[in-house]
């Protein structure tokens, strides 16, 4: 189908971004990898009067590192946080996305703002405690991404602000893993789980994050299941008995693929199977 008219500009700074954002008022739309956009605007779900295309400003893109942890440019696409190892489970995620032409379009600003529970980077910038950064009229502010989603689709980022970057720690020493679900490979998940385990000397879990994908309106952290393993045992039955609540407090939608009871289950065995694997990494 093709999209409803729209105008198109191009600036070349953040600032020129931001205004052109405020005087095209509320239809005025960011673009970045078109991924999300494009398909919702070709099926006439979405008809921005204007796209503000953030490819031509410099510096929104790559990976450095800073302060113990991982900035990463918004429009820094996921292939490039695929193959970036030190970033343990947010590449093992990255990596599932959809296939190499959407890994090489799609970025990770985009996929954050656009709050999809279903897309893979979400939970994982949650099980992280990362952050973004946004300019808008106001200047810079960081956002946390516990108070970063808010319901299906909908974020705390105004619709005059940008994301310009996103804060992950380095997570060194601890051992990662992403276990996704789907019917065909390339698929978006129907349910996924990631795990980050750090050990203690004794063996015993010092730290542990475990990130849920489309479980919820939101992705979500099973803190349950968090809770169940920091500061004990990290042996196959205390494993197994932990991941029977990965589905606590959660409420995936039913859909054509499954019920939401056939979603829990898929999130429990994707949690024991993420947690075997990250804890032998770690
Ligand atoms: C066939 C297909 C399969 C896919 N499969 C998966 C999958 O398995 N897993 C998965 O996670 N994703 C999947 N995706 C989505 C893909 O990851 C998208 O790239 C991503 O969701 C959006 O990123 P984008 O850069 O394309 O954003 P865009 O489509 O350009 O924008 C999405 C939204 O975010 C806003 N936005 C973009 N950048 C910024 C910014 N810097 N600051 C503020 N707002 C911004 C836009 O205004 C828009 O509302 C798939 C997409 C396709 C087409």
């Known amino acids: 189908m093709i999209p409803a008219d729209f105008d198109y500009v191009a600036p070349e700074s953040i ?23 494009l398909p919702l605007m070709k099926l006439r779900l979405a008809a921005p009067t204007l796209l503000v295309d953030l490819r031509r400003i410099p510096g929104l ?26 970033l343990g489970a947010a590449a093992l995620a990255a990596a599932t996305i959809a296939d190499q032409q959407v890994r090489n379009r799609g970025t990770i600003g985009g996929t954050l703002a656009h709050g999809d529970p279903a897309s893979d980077m979400p939970a994982l910038l949650l099980a992280y405690d990362g952050t973004v950064s946004v300019t808008g009229p106001n200047g810079e502010r960081e956002i946390a991404a516990a108070d970063l989603f808010e319901d299906y689709l909908t974020t705390s980022i105004g619709d005059d602000e940008i994301i310009t970057s996103v804060t992950l720690p380095a997570l060194e020493g601890y051992g990662h893993a992403y276990q996704k679900f789907n019917r065909r490979q390339e698929d978006w998940a129907m349910a996924a789980v990631s795990a980050s385990v750090k050990k203690a000397s004794d063996g015993s879990c010092e730290d542990v994050r475990v990130g849920l994908t489309h479980m919820a309106s939101v992705p979500l952290r099973a803190t349950a299941v968090e809770e169940a393993l920091r500061g004990g045992g990290l042996d196959a039955n205390t494993i197994a008995h932990a991941a029977e609540q ?37």
Do not use: F, Q, W
């Open 15 to 37: 600032e020129d971004a931001v205004a052109a954002l405020r005087d095209g008022g509320e239809d005025a739309k960011i673009i970045a990898g078109g991924h999300s956009l």
């Open 61 to 86: 893109s790559g990976i450095e590192r800073s302060n113990g942890g991982y900035k990463l440019g918004a429009m820094t696409c996921h292939h490039l946080v695929a193959m970036e190892e030190g």
């Open 246 to 282: 990965a589905a606590e407090g959660t409420s995936p939608p039913a859909d054509l693929n499954a019920t939401a009871d056939y979603k829990r289950h898929l999130a429990r065995v994707l949690c024991r199977r993420a947690l075997e694997e990250a804890v032998a990494g770690a």
